[in-house]
Each structure stands twice: as structure tokens, then as C-alpha cells.
């Protein structure tokens, strides 16, 4: 969801009304970019476990270890997302 926004975000501007003009200037792409990479593998482990024709129980512990691992703050985070990952 968040990769749609990312994608067209350099064009959003001039649809936008000018009463909300200010919110999306407020924006850090470069945040939003390292957001929408830090969420992609929750979308992956969401799409794995959704796979209606095999079961998938099994997958549950390990990819919940890989999200809590992926979760971890790392030494070259920003501050911001060691905030989200502390926060999940």
C-alpha cells in the first residue's frame, strides 16, 4: 500500500488541494523509501501465509521468528525507524 504512494509521490503535489499541500511537504521521502523497504518482508510473510492451496501452519513459527529477528534495531537504522522497530 505504502509502495503506491512511494510511486507516484513526486507527482502527487499537483493534485493535491491546497489545504493539504503542507502536509505532503512535510514528508520525508527518504523515511517513507525505508519504511516501505522495512514493511516489504511483512508483505511477503502475509502472502505466504494466505496461500489457499497448501497448507501453511507449519510456516507460522519460523516466519514469526524471521519478523521478530527483521524487527531487531540495527546499527545503521535511522533514528526513526529504530523507533518502529522498537514500537512492533
Request: hydrophobic residues 45%; negative net charge.
Amino acid at each position: 500500500m505504502l509502495n503506491v504512494f512511494l510511486k507516484v509521490f513526486d507527482d502527487i503535489g499537483v493534485v493535491l488541494n491546497n489545504n493539504y499541500l503542507s502536509y505532503f511537504t512535510a514528508i520525508d521521502k527518504e523515511l517513507l523509501e525505508e519504511v516501505c523497504k522495512f514493511l516489504e518482508l511483512f508483505e511477503e510473510v502475509i502472502n505466504k501465509l494466505s496461500q489457499e492451496e497448501r497448507l501453511t501452519i507449519y510456516m507460522v513459527i519460523p516466519l514469526r521468528q524471521l519478523l521478530i529477528n527483521h524487527c531487531e534495531p540495527q546499527f545503521e537504522d535511522t533514528a526513526e525507524l529504530k523507533e518502529l522497530k522498537v514500537f512492533l
